[in-house]
Nanobody
Framework: QVQLVESGGGLVQAGGSLRLSCAASGRTFSSYAMGWFRQAPGKEREFVAAISWNGGRTRYSDSVKGRFTINRDNSENTVYLQMNSLEPEDTAIYYC?????????????????WGQGTQVTVSS
């Protein structure tokens, strides 16, 4: 079992930046991939980014590519999402999740454990 706790969300103006963190405990952190998803009001949860167990591979949705960066620190059991050039359309609850299979799947069904989410609000 894994526990995930996200932090770093908040209110920011368009064009600004935020850095989300997701701290994991339980299963050995370096043994699985991690992903970030988001869900805006009235919309389905959507893939944002994913990273392999050692950080060697990453994947991004087209909507955030070039603006967001995912990385991880296995010594701190933490995965990060650096978000730059934020837009009002990025407003959502952001969730981190584990992928024990190790892939960088787009579907939320491939992910095993989820955090409680952190709110990101981008004002125009």
């Amino acid at each position: 079992q894994v526990q995930l706790v996200e932090s770093g969300g908040g209110l920011v103006q368009a064009g600004g930046s935020l850095r989300l963190s997701c701290a994991a405990s339980g299963r050995t952190f370096s043994s699985y991939a991690m992903g970030w998803f988001r869900q805006a009001p009235g919309k389905e949860r959507e893939f944002v980014a994913a990273i392999s167990w050692n950080g060697g591979r990453t994947r991004y949705s087209d909507s955030v590519k070039g603006r967001f960066t995912i990385n991880r620190d296995n010594s701190e059991n933490t995965v990060y999402l650096q978000m730059n050039s934020l837009e009002p359309e990025d407003t959502a609850i952001y969730y981190c999740a584990t992928n024990f299979a190790g892939g960088l799947a787009l579907s939320s069904y491939a992910y095993d454990y989820w955090g409680q989410g952190t709110q990101v609000t981008v004002s125009s």
